[in-house]
């Protein structure tokens, strides 16, 4: 038996989310699976759809870890636990057991200065697990860096689901909404300073020039949203962009399929960096290319030159010369189609397999 404890799990949303409910899906297809997650007040409806155990944790944060901790340590002793994985370091710090121990990391929560109080902690932990699991090479080299011992390190990329068919009539509605906008460009994630719809709303003032149907189709919600449509007003492209916000999954795939190109060419801001970028290969499965940012782990998910491009996304000429060069004579069609074949790579079918080969050794 495996445990897999989870401070990110559904019904609540968010990539980590999906992550962690993947990874315990395909799991639980090997091997027998019990997770200890947050309580979410959906959760029950959620969890009796599971092929696994889900115990849910309740009680203020302080205190949840705690005694999330104490009911994990009572498990191990009446029970035979093979590993524990766990999504985040602080999962793992109260736990006392010699069992093998594998944490996910993947970016901002070990973005921490080397030598503060945080750091040292998040080093104390990860030094001590059987292996240490980074969802990307940009991931693997801030942990080294930061002061974790390389050789505990190995890189699994996150993993997708197969995409299901889309609703023809779906598909014909966003059609009929988006008209004779061309070309299409979108963007589905948080707005959060990193993630930098600001430059691509900067950058489509002047592709609007040679491009006069151009669109940008912008779905999600966050802190920046107010500055974000504020800004669009100044630069006068109420015509040009689109907001979507607590739309369906079916809708928003039908807005990626209708689209041409996914966008986020993402910086750091603060400690805050894109570690992976599961959303470009979500774009992937439906044959559209992606423009990401040089900063972070895009290269992992986008090929340059092939599925899509890497840009500088603190250079606003960067973002537009790339844009730009991914609309001449179509080019985002090839790129599309490269993307489609190399999402195949990022299947949980395929990915779990590297996972198989780290706990079974």
Known sequence: MFLIVSRNFPPELGGMQNLMWGLSKELAKNFMIKVFADYHDDHKKFDEQASFSIERVAGIKLLRKYRKAQLINEFIKDNKVQGIIADHWKSLELLKTNKKKYCLIHSKEINHLKGSDQNKRLISVLNTTEKVIANSEFTKNLAITNGVNKSKIIVINPGIDPVEKLDLKLLDKVESLLKIKTPRLITVSRFEKRKNHEKIIMALRNLKQLYPDIVYICIGYGDEEKNIKKLVEELNLEKQVMFFRDISTNLKNALV????IFVMPSIMYQQSVEGFGIAYIEAAQYGVPSLGGKDGGAADAIKHNQTGLIC?????DDI???????????????YGKNAKDYAIKFLWSNIIEEYKK????
Request: proline share 0%; charged share 20%.
């Open 320 to 334: 537009y010369s790339s844009i730009n060069s991914m609309l001449i004579n179509k080019k985002y069609i090839e």
């Open 312 to 316: 500088d996304g603190n250079s606003l």
């Open 358 to 361: 780290v706990l079974i050794n």
């Open 257 to 260: 399929a209708k689209s041409n």
